[in-house]
């Protein structure tokens, strides 16, 4: 007997998600370095409740080096933003910084946004594994698209990857990533998005047929069996299941 787990959800097209994500990413000249979390929902955010985490150089043992608090009793309010930058950062970097730190990316890193109390990660930008690449992440048909760029997350994208990067990237689906220039910062502490929506009514979602399922590795499965699995629907929602036969 086949046994399905749903254990995530995610209407990746539809407003009112839960979680706040990344939603700009800057591995610029020198020290300027920063990353921004976006606040998506109707409702305020507690950032006591999520860490950012970090590796460098891939995450060796499957484990986080650094898990780095937010200011304490930090309330991200709907559509806002909240940038961390490296302390060394150009002023017109710092100065819009709620806070500051030198654990940012050099381009070959792993960032990821973790929620506390589910210990799930919500976003991730690389891959959580002891994965190294030599100069950066690549997005789309762009190499090493997180260094010496600019990442901010297109306003069609409501919600986190889950920490599937390859939902991200563009493996999956179109990359949730523009690109520009490395030091661009005319967008920073800013973030449009088609997101918010002040009803609070849940939006029901219509599974009516599958498009495609996909591995945690990103690989195309046409009989899902014993593991965990993304299936993409053709109305825009993702469901994540863990599959026991």
Same mark, same amino acid.
């Given at each position: 007997?086949?046994?399905?787990?749903i254990i995530?959800? $995610?209407?990746?097209? *539809?407003?009112?998600q839960?979680?706040?994500?990344?939603s700009? %990413?800057g591995? !610029?000249?020198?020290?300027?370095?920063? $990353?921004?979390?976006y606040?998506?929902?109707?409702?305020? $955010?507690?950032l006591?409740?999520?860490?950012?985490n =970090?590796?460098?150089?891939g995450?060796?043992?499957?484990?986080w080096?650094?898990? +780095?608090? =937010?200011?304490?009793? =930090?309330?991200?309010q709907?559509?806002?933003t909240y *940038?961390? /930058?490296?302390?060394?950062?150009?002023n017109? +970097?710092?100065?819009v910084?709620?806070?500051?730190?030198?654990?940012l990316?050099?381009?070959?890193d792993?960032c990821?946004?973790?929620?506390?109390n589910?210990n799930?990660?919500?976003?991730? +930008?690389?891959?959580?594994?002891s994965?190294?690449? /030599?100069? !950066?992440w690549?997005?789309?048909?762009?190499l090493?698209a997180t260094e010496?760029?600019t990442?901010?997350r297109?306003p069609s994208?409501?919600n986190?990857?889950? !920490?599937n990067?390859?939902?991200?990237?563009g493996s999956?689906?179109?990359p949730?990533?523009?690109? %520009?220039s490395s030091d661009?910062?005319?967008?920073?502490?800013t973030h =449009?998005?088609?997101?918010?929506?002040?009803?609070?009514q849940?939006i029901?979602?219509?599974?009516?047929?599958?498009s495609?399922?996909?591995?945690?590795?990103?690989q195309n499965i046409?009989e899902? +069996?014993?593991?965990?699995?993304? %299936?993409?629907?053709?109305?825009?929602?993702i469901?994540?299941?863990?599959?026991i036969?």
């Amino acid at each position: 007997m086949k046994k399905i787990l749903i254990i995530a959800l $995610i209407p990746i097209f *539809v407003n009112g998600q839960q979680h706040p994500f990344f939603s700009e %990413y800057g591995e !610029g000249t020198s020290f300027n370095k920063w $990353i921004e979390i976006y606040n998506p929902t109707p409702n305020d $955010i507690n950032l006591d409740d999520y860490r950012y985490n =970090f590796c460098w150089n891939g995450c060796d043992n499957m484990e986080w080096e650094f898990s +780095i608090a =937010f200011d304490s009793s =930090f309330i991200l309010q709907s559509g806002e933003t909240y *940038v961390i /930058s490296h302390s060394d950062a150009i002023n017109l +970097i710092t100065d819009v910084a709620n806070q500051t730190t030198n654990i940012l990316s050099n381009g070959n890193d792993v960032c990821g946004l973790l929620h506390i109390n589910t210990n799930s990660v919500v976003d991730i +930008i690389g891959v959580f594994d002891s994965t190294t690449v /030599s100069d !950066g992440w690549d997005i789309g048909g762009t190499l090493n698209a997180t260094e010496n760029h600019t990442l901010i997350r297109n306003p069609s994208v409501c919600n986190g990857n889950m !920490g599937n990067w390859s939902i991200s990237n563009g493996s999956i689906l179109n990359p949730e990533w523009t690109i %520009y220039s490395s030091d661009d910062i005319n967008n920073l502490n800013t973030h =449009f998005s088609n997101c918010i929506n002040t009803n609070t009514q849940n939006i029901p979602i219509l599974n009516t047929k599958i498009s495609s399922i996909y591995n945690l590795l990103g690989q195309n499965i046409n009989e899902p +069996i014993n593991g965990i699995f993304i %299936y993409i629907y053709e109305d825009g929602s993702i469901e994540k299941k863990v599959m026991i036969e």
